[in-house]
């Protein structure tokens, strides 16, 4: 519908979209955790992902079809260091990250994944962030399963450029049902 609107996509974790929001060098940020509704206006979005272990095809546990915490216990892992994603999986583990075995900590997966790939450790993660097709890497959902739902973010108060307020408003209609 516009052709002459060009967008800017940058990767980051939560805690880098969020400073960019803060700072207004970005309009909207997408977050796999529930934004602070004193700070920010989100759209849930229809996009959930997997949580689960990143590890090497040859790992044991690769036999598996699920990874449940018991699993896990004692074995190298490397995390999300993003506030707030230790709890939700410390959490899920039933152990206190203090308990855990953790090898290294990550603020990018794609990071974790070269640690996964020299053997250093398992990756808990979300699935479709790192593509394991045709690598050395495979994923396993978590059992009990833990999803993360996708959110549309921006700063509340936030004034628009007449290009944000229409992708904006394309979005929250489409969200509502409707095609436009």
């Known amino acids: 519908q516009y052709p002459d609107i060009r967008y800017h996509i940058s990767s980051g974790n939560a805690e880098y979209v969020l400073e960019y929001l803060d ?15 004193q700070k920010y206006e989100y759209r849930a979005l229809e996009m959930r992902d997997t949580w689960g272990v990143l590890m090497r095809r040859d790992s044991p546990l690769a036999q598996k079809k699920t990874v449940c915490p ?51 450790g ?12 045709g690598s050395s890497l495979c994923f396993r959902p978590f ?12 700063k509340k108060y936030q004034v628009f450029s ?5 992708f904006l408003r394309f979005v929250q209609n489409r969200l509502s049902g409707g095609q436009n």
């Open 70 to 120: 018991e699993d896990l216990w004692g074995l190298p892992l490397i995390i999300s260091h993003q506030r707030g994603d230790d709890q939700y999986l410390a959490q899920w583990m039933k152990r206190d990250v203090s308990e855990l075995n953790v090898a290294a900590t990550y603020n990018l997966v794609f990071n974790a994944s070269l640690l996964v790939d020299e053997g250093v």
């Open 23 to 37: 700072k207004g060098l970005i309009d909207f940020g997408l977050l796999f955790r529930e934004p602070d509704p």
């Open 162 to 166: 007449k290009a944000a307020g229409l």
């Open 122 to 133: 398992y990756a808990l993660c979300l699935d479709r962030l790192i593509h394991t097709q």
């Open 143 to 154: 059992s009990p399963r833990l999803e993360a739902t996708g959110y549309l973010v921006w």
